[in-house]
């Protein structure tokens, strides 16, 4: 079964760092783009960023570009989120998800939803 895995949430404060992983199982990572989102209380689900498999195309929102950057090890079946200087808007449960082939459609016309979802882990930037 497919299963994805997020950890690396926690608190910390404004202008600190996190890295969230997302460990996959059930099937091989190289073969999907990979997406992170986030849900802050009272709002809607975001797209936050993704990474393809099919080439180094990367996806990022405008209000995370040049703070988060999204990579992935194929060999550890793991998609990696760094999020650098944090901000108290940022506090989110922040999920991944694989899309539906090996280039991302997240951020772009021809977007049509993820396929499978982990649980969460929760990022609260708080002073």
């Known amino acids: 079964q497919v299963q994805l895995d997020e950890s690396g949430g926690g608190l910390v404060q404004p202008g600190g760092s996190l890295r969230l992983s997302c460990k996959a199982s059930?099937?091989?990572?190289?073969?999907?783009?990979i997406a992170w989102f986030r849900q802050a209380p009272g709002k809607e689900r975001e797209g936050v960023s993704c990474?393809?498999?099919?080439?180094?195309?990367?996806y990022y929102a405008d209000d995370v570009k040049g703070r988060f950057t999204i990579s992935r090890d194929n060999d550890m079946n793991t998609v990696y989120l760094q999020m650098n200087d944090l901000k108290p808007e940022d506090t989110a449960v922040y999920y991944c998800a694989t899309e539906r082939g090996m280039k991302c459609t997240l951020g772009t016309e021809y977007y049509y939803g993820m396929e499978n979802w982990g649980k969460g882990t929760l990022v609260t930037v708080s002073s």
């Open positions: 059930g099937f091989i990572l190289d073969y999907y783009a």
């Open positions: 990474t393809s498999s099919s080439d180094a195309s990367t």
